[in-house]
């Protein structure tokens, strides 16, 4: 019924890891109920191997309720100013709501045959559902009483250190360190923050690097014109956002055990791979060095992405052209996995805070404009900066 080419390797000595294919098609209906989909893989060479990612079917069925709840919507009818009436099969006792705005669900009453009407100059999302059963809400526990949002209004914090919630003991070590070091020029004013609160703040709760970026904009916009501004991101990252300790590796597919590097042999890998603090990754995540006909981007991870501060920045360009893009903050890694991996990060902070000028950054002048200007930043020591390279192939 349709036919999809997928492009094979380029001729690049590095090449790709892999070539995608997306295809939409349209395809009649079949004449009876059971609707079934078959698929053959054919390929010129007998070693290539293709994976399907997601089969998705669009059809239209009759609008009949059944319980507990049902979701539904119609691509017809759609335009400005245009009104709908849908009749639900079924309908006794049922409620529908118009959920296109999850925020403020609006009710749309039924009449005695279980029709409603209602606006669809955009498509609509409903739900209906008969009020007896309904999905359980998951509890992830309770939420201590938190206000990052107070952080820095007077604009006089200097170093921000945000810590996986294991670590934190250490971090505040190492912040009390720089509010009372040995030298009174070297004191600096540190906030201590955890991945989870910021989480619960900046992203519903749920894991985001984004989340971490929007909390560093907000401390950012409330710092005065030409005052510097640091972040430690404490605690390691990893490129697999799947890694999950809980995970069965008895059930990893052979080909995903042979792309694990280094640790592919530790029966701990998901428990040690794991993003105690998020990364940035690349929306390309195939051209390991080269880019490919139609995919200009490399892959890579960055730490970068959370010093992208200004208004206009944040949407981080990386089809290869120039940017003008500049970090705004000083930014700095502990990569630790397990509370026994910090003493010895910390046993002699002065490996790693290296006031000399290592970066060059952009602050920003009382008029807004942005002025060349070096600053004291953070390094880890030697091995350390090696190991960020080697594991996620730094520049």
Not at 178 to 192: C, I, Q, S, T
Not at 288 to 299: M, N
Request: glycine share 6%; net charge neutral; hydrophobic share 35%.
């Amino acid at each position: 019924m349709a036919s999809q080419s997928v492009a094979g390797y380029s001729s690049n000595f590095f090449s790709e890891i892999a070539n995608t294919s997306v295809l939409t098609a349209s395809v009649p209906a079949p004449g009876t109920a059971d609707l079934r989909v078959s698929m053959t893989y054919n390929a010129s060479n007998p070693s290539a191997a293709g994976y399907l990612d997601y089969l998705e079917l669009n059809a239209q069925r009759q609008l009949r309720f059944v319980a507990p709840q049902l979701e539904f919507r119609s691509f017809e009818n759609i335009a400005r100013g245009a009104v709908s009436r849908f009749t639900i099969a079924n309908a006794t006792g049922v409620t529908v709501w118009d959920v296109t705005n999850p925020r403020r669900p609006v009710a749309r009453p039924l009449d005695g045959i279980g029709t409603f009407v209602a606006p669809t100059d955009s498509l609509r999302e409903f739900i209906a559902f008969a009020g007896s059963s309904f999905e359980a809400p998951r509890s992830f526990g309770r939420v201590a009483p938190q206000n990052l949002h107070a952080l820095n209004l007077d604009g006089r914090l200097d170093f921000v250190i945000v810590t996986h919630p294991l670590f934190r003991a250490e971090a505040e070590r190492l912040a009390e360190y720089r509010r009372n070091p040995a030298r009174a020029a070297d004191k600096l004013n540190v906030a201590v923050v955890t991945t989870e609160q910021i989480y619960n703040e900046f992203s519903s709760g749920g894991q985001d690097v984004t989340a971490i970026r929007d909390f560093m904009k907000m401390i950012y916009d409330r710092t005065p014109a030409g005052k510097r501004t640091m972040l430690l991101l404490f605690g390691d990252a990893s490129y697999d956002y799947k890694s999950d300790p809980t995970n069965d590796l008895t059930k990893v597919p052979a080909w995903w055990k042979q792309r694990r590097l280094s640790e592919s042999g530790s029966p701990d890998i998901d428990r040690i791979n794991q993003n105690f603090v998020p990364v940035y990754e690349s929306r390309e995540s195939f051209n390991r060095v080269f880019p490919r006909p139609g995919a200009p981007a490399l892959s890579y991870s960055s730490d970068d992405y959370f010093g992208l501060l200004d208004d206009d920045e944040g949407r981080w360009d990386e089809g290869g052209r120039p940017t003008s893009e500049g970090l705004d903050i000083g930014i700095g890694r502990l990569p630790v996995r397990t509370p026994t991996d910090q003493p010895a990060l910390l046993l002699r902070p002065s490996w790693w805070w290296i006031s000399s000028s290592l970066m060059t950054h952009q602050p920003r002048t009382a008029n807004g404009a942005t002025a060349s200007r070096s600053w004291p930043t953070m390094a880890t020591p030697m091995s350390t900066c090696c190991h960020l390279r080697n594991r996620w192939r730094m520049t």
